[in-house]
């Protein structure tokens, strides 16, 4: 089973709100990343976990806060959030990392806009 | 600093067709990925080839490492086959760059 699952599939929040998006696998990966793909362009590296720590911040803005409860979930928080940051979040995850030579899985991503 | 350029931008075929895509990268890889994205966004895995040539059905894949370049063939186009495709190398750090993408259509 090589499966990333990412819910909400679609998210609508105002600027004022507080969200959260949810990554799982089950696959005994332990490190997960998250990417930022808008319209036409390919995806961006936002963040890095290995073994639930934080290896890579990609210089996000802090009104993304990242968060690895264990070593099946990446939760991304989202707060104070611009129309610009409207966009498709996608959530990967490898078995040791890409240094290693590892092969990196996708989930299905997460469609956020912003009013 | 490092680029990964993908050609064509965009390519239209009638369904039955065969293509190679092309990804060019400027610095030595550790590995190198190819995704098919579909219409609703998913990145799906094709090959994992940081050398070599694999093949998996209609399509194959070659990596000349020492020339900085991987292709993508594919054969026989169906529908279903459109969408973007990316190369993604990795450089020996922990991530994928991404590289430009080429936009496939299949025409019926």
């Known amino acids: 089973d090589t499966e990333v699952t990412q819910t909400p599939k679609h998210l609508v929040m105002g600027m004022t709100n507080k969200k959260s998006l949810k990554c799982e696998q089950h696959?005994?990966?332990?490190?997960m990343y998250w990417y930022k793909q808008k319209a036409k362009k390919p995806p961006e590296l936002m963040f890095v976990?290995?073994?639930?720590?934080?290896?890579i911040n990609e210089s996000v803005p802090s009104r993304f806060s990242p968060e690895c409860p264990n070593s099946s979930l990446l939760n991304l928080h989202l707060h104070a959030l611009q129309p610009e940051d409207s966009a498709l979040y996608l959530c990967?995850?490898?078995?040791?990392?890409?240094?290693?030579?590892?092969?990196?899985?996708f989930g299905p991503g997460t469609r956020l806009t912003v009013l | 600093g490092i680029q990964v350029e993908q050609s064509p931008p965009d390519l239209i075929l009638q369904e039955g067709a065969n293509s190679t895509l092309r990804c060019n990268f400027s610095?030595?890889?550790?590995?190198l990925q190819w995704f098919h994205q579909n219409p609703w966004g998913q990145l799906i895995n094709l090959f994992y080839?940081?050398?070599g040539t694999k093949q998996n059905g209609r399509l194959s894949a070659t990596t000349v490492a020492t020339e900085r370049y991987s292709l993508l063939y594919i054969s026989s186009s169906q529908t279903t086959d459109s969408g973007v495709y990316f190369c993604?190398?990795?450089?020996?750090?922990?991530?994928?760059?991404f590289g430009t993408g080429t936009r496939l259509t299949i025409i019926p």
């Open positions: 976990y290995s073994y639930e720590k934080l290896s």
């Open positions: 696959m005994g990966h332990r490190a």
């Open positions: 990967a995850s490898s078995q040791d990392g890409l240094a290693a030579g590892d092969t990196q899985y």
């Open positions: 993604a190398p990795n450089f020996g750090n922990e991530k994928l760059t």
């Open positions: 610095d030595s890889v550790n590995n």
């Open positions: 080839i940081p050398s």
